[in-house]
């Protein structure tokens, strides 16, 4: 199984930036894809970004693209998400994802395993 937590969010004016950080733990994490997720009230769940364990580059949602970046260290078995140029509509609450299967999907029921969590709130 994967164990995943997330941190780093907080409270930000508009313009700022922030760092996700998702913490795994679990033999198959290694050969795992890694999906960032969010989701605002009243609002459905979307994807973020992602990125295959072993090769190719992040996939970046275009509504975020140019601002976020995703990385992974393996090693750390950990995984960011750095957000810049933060707007109030980023404010929602942030999961990270795994994916054993290691599809990069940008549908959220392709991952059997969830974070709790963590808060991004943006100020105007």
């Known amino acids: 199984q994967v164990q995943l937590v997330e941190s780093g969010g907080g409270l930000v004016q508009a313009g700022g930036s922030l760092k996700l950080s998702c913490v795994a733990s679990?033999?198959?994490?290694?050969?795992?894809?890694m999906g960032w997720f969010r989701q605002a009230p009243g609002k459905e769940r979307e994807f973020v970004a992602g990125?295959?364990?072993?090769?190719?580059?992040?996939i970046i949602a275009e509504s975020v693209k140019g601002r976020f970046t995703l990385s992974r260290d393996n090693a750390k078995n950990t995984v960011f998400l750095q957000m810049n140029s933060l707007k109030p509509e980023d404010t929602a609450v942030y999961y990270c994802?795994?994916?054993?299967?290691?599809?990069?999907?940008?549908?959220?029921?392709?991952?059997?395993?969830w974070g709790q969590g963590t808060q991004v709130t943006v100020s105007s």
């Open positions: 990125i295959r364990w072993n090769r190719g580059g992040p």
């Open positions: 994802a795994a994916d054993p299967l290691n599809t990069n999907s940008q549908n959220g029921r392709q991952y059997p395993y």
């Open positions: 679990g033999r198959t994490f290694s050969r795992s894809a």
